[in-house]
């Protein structure tokens, strides 16, 4: 059984969307980000990185209970462990991957929107200003990270 620990955040839904494509038993555990429960010891104890989701997979591998979080390798681990949705061919497995990959956050994409913030102005090499809602990169526009040269402004 696996015992998922999650909100309901668009992160925190691949996870539970995964199960249900692999056909897994599961239990959802609500950790209330509002609330402050991924602060919470016994969270804490499942996944030190305090974020959503992880889940607890209490016949792992050897029959031992495994606890993982990061949804890329919680994906990854249940379409291993079901053999669905994720090739047995090195070329096809790798096409996969890096389709997985392009859904999640790299960390210079991270570390720019911590260190520049959402609130600020996004500008590109051709100097135009970013004006989406809240000033921040949209995914459709050229002043988006990782454009090439897009830097905020302070």
Not at 68 to 83: D, V
């Amino acid at each position: 059984m696996i015992q998922l620990y999650t909100w309901g955040t668009p992160n925190g839904k691949k996870v539970s969307i995964m199960l249900e494509e692999v056909g897994l038993p599961y239990e959802v555990h609500p950790i209330n980000l509002q609330k402050g429960d991924q602060f919470a010891s016994e969270y804490l104890a499942i996944n030190p990185n305090n974020k959503i989701p992880s889940i607890i997979d209490t016949d792992g591998p050897g029959g031992q209970p495994l606890t993982l979080f990061e949804s890329g390798a919680i994906l990854m681990y249940l379409a291993e462990k079901t053999g669905k949705l994720f090739p047995q061919d090195m070329r096809k497995r790798y096409e996969v991957i890096q389709w997985l990959m392009l859904k999640f956050p790299t960390p210079s994409t991270v570390i720019t929107k911590k260190h520049c913030g959402f609130t600020k102005f996004w500008i590109s090499n051709s100097g135009r200003k970013n004006t989406s809602p809240a000033n921040t990169p949209s995914p459709t526009s050229p002043h988006t990270l990782g454009s090439g040269g897009t830097r905020c402004i302070r």
